[in-house]
């Protein structure tokens, strides 16, 4: 029974994300806090990425640097690759914000900083920086190869901050297994 009435709370939020009613959705959102799940993330992504309202991008923004779920990561990191830069940036804030330790997907990380734009590069950097290891020597091969991917290219504005990055990259072998 608590689980058909779960259920029921968690569909009536997805709903209520959906409402014009700024007041409607942030009480969702608040609700989001204390009975969200797992299930929701993806909604909370859609509704990030649908609205112009930026009280709601905020809450959002608060609730996934709050999330210690680390099943979360997993859907996180997912979301990752197909997210537009306004979520991304979010995502990767989330990362640095929330317990969940992403050391499995540097790569993941890498990759998105090297496809999105300067502040994407800035928080990916923040998040790898910041990562507790023990760090996977294959992993962080395969950053690299992805960084010097990003370099034998046409480089941007975000080209120091990717310097940085390979630089942090470089230090973590020294710690990796």
Do not use: C
């Amino acid at each position: 029974m608590a689980t058909v009435e779960k259920n029921k709370v968690l569909n009536q939020i997805i709903k209520d994300f959906q409402s014009d009613d700024l007041d409607i959705v942030m009480k969702a959102l608040k609700k989001v806090r204390d009975k969200g799940k797992t299930e929701i993330l993806e909604p909370l992504f859609n509704l990030f990425e649908t609205t112009q309202e930026e009280a709601i991008k905020a809450e959002i923004k608060n609730l996934l640097a709050d999330i210690k779920d680390s099943y979360a990561l997993e859907i996180i990191i997912e979301k990752l690759k197909s997210g537009s830069e306004g979520l991304n940036e979010v995502l990767l804030f989330a990362l640095w914000n929330s317990s969940l330790n992403a050391v499995d997907y540097i790569p993941e990380i890498v990759e998105v900083a090297k496809s999105g734009n300067y502040m994407i590069a800035l928080e990916a950097l923040t998040v790898i920086e910041n990562l507790d290891g023990p760090f996977s020597n294959e992993k962080l091969t395969e950053a690299q190869f992805i960084l010097n991917e990003y370099f034998s290219e046409v480089l941007d504005e975000k080209e120091s901050l990717m310097r940085s990055l390979l630089e942090v990259i470089l230090k973590l072998e020294d710690t990796a297994y």
